[in-house]
């Protein structure tokens, strides 16, 4: 498995897409085989290409470009598969909001296409009923050192 700049180029085009509201180059990111989009809203559940395109267009078109913002990217391949990790934020009045996102990509004629993606919206263990989890909170060590 190594770092893959071509996965971390097409995540970035993506984001591009979703950003300017570029439902035709959104679109094109994905795979025909693509097996599930699902985004930040419980209901955002899209399954194969046909109706995930679908739906990411309509939210495109009906916003003008969604603004999420990548933070962490990090793309890795391994032959013709690669995968993603990504700590971004969704620019909103209230001010930032932390998401999640990772998917899978495949190398196609064109290039790497989506064959899976996942946005989503981490809500604390304490919403939860899980407040007794412990957690080890992004840049710090097992106990709560730094």
């Given at each position: 498995?190594?770092?893959?700049?071509?996965?971390?180029?097409?995540?970035?085009?993506?984001?591009?897409?979703m950003?300017?509201?570029?439902g035709?180059?959104?679109?094109?990111?994905?795979?025909?085989?693509?097996?599930?989009a699902?985004g930040?809203?419980?209901?955002?559940?899209?399954?194969?290409?046909?109706?995930?395109?679908?739906?990411?267009?309509a939210?495109?078109?009906?916003?003008?470009?969604?603004?999420?913002?990548?933070?962490e990217?990090r793309?890795?391949?391994?032959?013709?598969?690669?995968?993603?990790?990504?700590?971004?934020?969704?620019?909103?009045?209230?001010?930032p909001?932390?998401?999640?996102?990772?998917?899978?990509?495949?190398?196609?004629?064109?290039?790497?296409?989506?064959?899976?993606?996942?946005?989503?919206?981490?809500?604390?263990?304490?919403?939860?009923g899980?407040?007794?989890?412990p957690?080890?909170?992004?840049?710090?060590?097992?106990?709560?050192?730094?």
């Amino acid at each position: 498995m190594q770092r893959d700049t071509g996965v971390e180029e097409a995540v970035a085009g993506l984001v591009k897409a979703m950003q300017s509201g570029d439902g035709t180059a959104a679109r094109d990111a994905l795979s025909r085989d693509l097996t599930a989009a699902i985004g930040t809203d419980d209901a955002e559940w899209w399954s194969g290409y046909d109706d995930s395109a679908a739906a990411l267009a309509a939210q495109l078109d009906a916003s003008g470009g969604l603004p999420f913002e990548s933070g962490e990217l990090r793309g890795y391949a391994e032959g013709d598969l690669g995968w993603f990790e990504d700590h971004g934020r969704i620019a909103i009045d209230a001010g930032p909001l932390p998401v999640r996102m990772t998917g899978v990509l495949r190398r196609e004629e064109g290039g790497w296409r989506f064959l899976q993606l996942h946005v989503s919206v981490g809500t604390p263990n304490e919403d939860v009923g899980m407040a007794d989890l412990p957690v080890t909170r992004r840049g710090s060590a097992p106990g709560g050192a730094a």
